[in-house]
């Protein structure tokens, strides 16, 4: 599969995940606000590809001021890494890759200043590394996670954790990805994730590119799923691994988590050590974003409920440590009590 985003002659382009599966349109953005604008609107979305995003958009944003009056002034790049860093990170809340990535990029600004070509040079190629680090983590997880998993087990999984959702390969899909390369038979269910429906929309083109087979089922469909003993595990991906390992992840995985314990099967998180929160003790601190309500009372243009109903539409929810079996990540599986096996993992990932 083609790279959900890449640096290209001076540009980020981007898969328009927004048309997927009916068109596959990329879109080269010259502009850090651009940038910032898809972020907003899902052009790209996934934890680690928004991280991803963030990184290239710094870069992109610091590039513009090339040849500007401003460079000579004293204060002037603080100042205007500053704005640039805050239009990226003003953009979605819940996802801690962008904030994390943010950071990176401000690490490098902080080393190179003085030099304005050159620091464009330094963040670009912390950007691209950052971009292809990914991909590795993801295999990675996968390798990880692929022993959890037998011969002939289906997987339900919900939202959209894979390519699409990262540099390549993906976290959650990643798993399914790397289980059936080790020769496994495996299927997946994906829940289709009202209201944005990435599951519907992203999981299900992605695996059918690849031939994995995929049912897909509505969300309300996953305790029915689970009674007739349809799926021997739930893989998901997350935004924000708290210190105690409570997790956010898109809206429903709670439930699924929820049933998944009630029915006896064991509920695995797949994500790389940048999705964990260390600074954020437990889930009650995570911030949960809240989208329009259009995403609720409409379907591409098509009145779902009437204009004037009240919405309540929380992007994410956050599903407590209790309830998952285990944190999949790059450096290894994580079991309960997750807290100090968190606490061990943290500085290893930095750069
Ligand atoms: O709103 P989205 O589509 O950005 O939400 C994505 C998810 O919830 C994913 O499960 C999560 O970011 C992990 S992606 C590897």
Not at 49 to 68: D, N, R, T, V
Not at 100 to 127: F, I, K, N, P, Q
Not at 215 to 241: C, E, P, Y
């Amino acid at each position: 599969m083609h790279p959900v985003i890449e640096w290209k002659d001076g540009a980020v382009v981007m898969l328009d995940q927004r048309l997927l599966p009916a068109e596959t349109k990329f879109i080269a953005m010259r502009s850090h606000l651009e940038v910032a604008g898809a972020i907003r609107d899902m052009v790209i979305r996934g934890a680690p590809a928004i991280g991803i995003a963030a990184a290239y958009g710094i870069a992109l944003g610091m590039a513009e001021l090339k040849g500007s009056p401003g460079l000579d002034q004293p204060g002037f790049l603080d100042r205007s890494f500053k704005a640039v860093s805050a239009a990226i990170t003003s953009t979605r809340p819940t996802a801690v890759n962008l904030f994390w990535a943010a950071a990176r990029m401000e690490d490098v600004y902080t080393e190179h200043r003085g030099d304005h070509s050159r620091l464009c040079r330094e963040l670009l190629a912390a950007a691209e590394a950052l971009d292809r680090a990914d991909f590795e983590i993801n295999r990675a997880i996968g390798r990880n996670g692929s022993d959890l998993l037998r011969d002939g087990d289906t997987v339900l999984t919900h939202c959209n954790a894979g390519a699409l959702a990262t540099a390549g390969y993906g976290t959650a899909l990643g798993v399914v990805r790397a289980a059936v390369e080790s020769g496994k038979k495996i299927r997946v269910i994906a829940g289709e994730t009202r209201p944005y429906l990435q599951g519907a929309r992203l999981t299900v083109w992605e695996l059918q590119e690849d031939g994995i087979p995929v049912t897909l089922v509505t969300d309300s469909m996953a305790g029915l799923v689970m009674n007739k003993g349809m799926a021997q595990a739930v893989i998901v991906g997350a935004d924000r691994v708290a210190a105690n390992g409570d997790t956010a992840n898109k809206i429903g995985t709670y439930s699924l988590a929820v049933l998944a314990r009630y029915h006896g099967i064991p509920f695995y998180v797949a994500a790389p050590l940048s999705t964990i929160d260390h600074e954020t003790a437990d889930g009650a601190g995570i911030p949960i974003e809240e989208r329009d309500k259009s995403e609720v009372t409409n379907f591409r243009g098509q009145a779902t409920a009437r204009p004037q109903t009240t919405v309540y539409n929380p992007a994410f929810d956050v599903t407590p440590a209790g309830l998952i079996t285990a944190i999949i990540t790059e450096e290894k599986v994580l079991f309960p009590e997750f807290g100090p096996a968190i606490a061990a993992l943290q500085g290893l990932r930095r750069k």
